[in-house]
């Protein structure tokens, strides 16, 4: 990793942006530690371990658990740098597309097309799917408080669409409120870390042994162990989802060239070391193997099983406000995704997506479009679970795709490409080739079956979502938007659009 000496002009956001064919719209309000704090805050170890423990706990035990997110951690740092490095160079909302549109040699416009929609069905997913977790968690911690009271699919639909739309009207009404909650989120997540791990430590009486470590479970159904290890690996992965939110803030961000790399670095790196604490922290509480893996929430049984069920209650209380904050932040992300996505033409009723609010200064109806595009995603949970799965699944393959192709564009450009500030110098094309190598793997293992016998409530319904999404793509691209998508819009030279500023 290396940081060139920037001159002024690098630094001066403005410039850069006018330097890329874009006038400003939205207020620059993100410090460096705010935009690290919005990728930290959608990655969100305590969302991502509790709500896919349990699965590890069958496809490789403690020993994938473990070792497993030591080793993907690995990898996903080589693709937040090779991203970052990427981010250094094109500092906009439009992220991963328009990177992608200035990266390709040829066919710009339909590199840009596929990365915009990959990404975009990916987040919306990923608001779907945090949202489904919160409610699930906050029916777990009622049934916990009430005994009579029992979970149903219809009443966790309903809480996932009421806590998604309140996310929406936070980023419409209390803009400013929303970006000291993702500087609270921060804390709340440390803290949340710091009081989980210590009672999980001082409280129960047994604690597993030190080779437990090494324990190797496969409760997959299928007889191959190392298949099911390979499965395990995904609790990591779907983690690490969303860093690219500090790419998407970088129209928000100061001095942007150096501060959105920065925050998908030490977000990345961040989460790491405190996500392998929590998860040493919980595989060794773990009681009655059997039981927890068993259980329909197995960390929720490991707090409740060591602690007891009143400190249970109040450790399951901070990972669903950590589960909120990871919503919320996940919502804004998409907006300004959308936001950069319609502003150079890309989505039907494209100007009105990129609209500004004259009072918040913030793109209040891509906030909405964020919100009925994830609603509509929550609503086949009605009927079933699985289709709701099948849906959101899209949510980690079409982001890690979307993560893939400016990357593999960068590699693919060579020496021919300027980097920012911020950038891998001679590492940069071992990171990037690591990076894209582990990607294509890991979204194998994302569509492959995880659970045998083979049913229709265990198939994996992910390959036949991404087939559909980019059928659609590709049938909207030849018919109609080829002709007027050529990639990202100039909207004139410097001096033209520096004109354009909204003051």
Not at 294 to 311: F, H, N, R, T
Not at 372 to 389: D, E, M, N, R
């Amino acid at each position: 990793m290396s940081e060139r000496t920037a001159d002024p002009v690098t630094l001066d956001d403005d410039a850069t942006l006018h330097a890329m064919g874009y006038p400003r719209k939205l207020t620059r309000r993100f410090q460096a530690f705010d935009n690290f704090a919005i990728s930290f805050t959608i990655i969100n170890i305590l969302s991502g371990i509790f709500s896919s423990f349990g699965f590890g706990m069958n496809a490789g035990g403690p020993r994938i658990l473990v070792f497993g997110w030591i080793g993907v951690c690995v990898m996903v740092m080589c693709i937040g740098a090779a991203m970052a490095e990427v981010a250094s160079a094109y500092p906009t909302s439009g992220a991963l597309y328009f990177s992608a549109g200035k990266l390709a040699k040829r066919h710009k416009g339909a590199w840009s097309w596929y990365t915009g929609w990959l990404n975009f069905v990916g987040q919306i997913g990923g608001t779907a799917a945090t949202g489904y977790a919160a409610a699930t968690f906050i029916q777990a911690f009622v049934a916990l408080q009430w005994s009579s009271y029992t979970p149903t699919t219809h009443q966790t639909v309903l809480i996932t669409a009421l806590i998604v739309v309140l996310q929406g009207l936070a980023n419409t009404y209390t803009v400013q409120l929303v970006a000291v909650l993702n500087r609270i989120s921060v804390w709340w997540l440390l803290i949340g870390l710091v009081v989980i791990v210590s009672t999980l430590i001082v409280m129960p009486a047994h604690h597993q042994s030190a080779s437990f470590v090494t324990h190797f479970v496969n409760n997959t159904g299928f007889t191959d162990g190392l298949y099911g290890g390979m499965l395990g690996l995904l609790v990591t992965s779907w983690t690490f989802t969303g860093f690219d939110g500090s790419f998407h803030m970088s129209e928000e961000t100061v001095q942007a060239t150096v501060n959105a790399p920065r925050g998908i670095i030490r977000s990345i790196g961040y989460s790491a070391i405190t996500g392998l604490v929590l998860m040493l922290a919980l595989v060794y509480s773990i009681g009655d193997y059997d039981k927890v893996a068993k259980s329909s929430a197995p960390p929720v049984q490991i707090l409740i099983d060591g602690l007891g069920m009143g400190w249970a209650k109040a450790m399951l209380l901070l990972v669903i406000g950590a589960m909120l904050f990871c919503g919320l932040a996940n919502l804004t992300s998409n907006t300004r995704q959308i936001f950069a996505f319609s502003r150079d033409g890309a989505m039907p009723g494209s100007r009105l997506w990129h609209s500004v609010s004259p009072r918040t200064r913030t793109p209040v109806k891509a906030v909405w479009l964020a919100v009925a595009c994830s609603l509509a995603l929550i609503v086949p949970g009605w009927w079933s679970h699985t289709a709701f799965t099948a849906i959101v699944s899209v949510n980690v393959v079409g982001l890690f795709l979307a993560y893939a192709v400016p990357v593999f564009l960068r590699l693919r450009l060579g020496d021919e490409f300027r980097p920012g500030p911020w950038n891998l110098g001679r590492w940069s094309k071992p990171v990037g080739w690591l990076a894209v190598t582990w990607i294509l793997l890991s979204s194998i293992l994302f569509m492959l079956p995880q659970a045998s016998p083979i049913t229709v409530d265990t198939f994996n319904y992910a390959p036949i979502a991404l087939a559909v999404v980019l059928i659609v793509a590709t049938v909207w691209w030849f018919a109609t938007a080829r002709r007027r998508f050529q990639g990202p819009v100039s909207y004139g030279r410097p001096d033209e659009v520096a004109a354009m500023d909204l003051i």
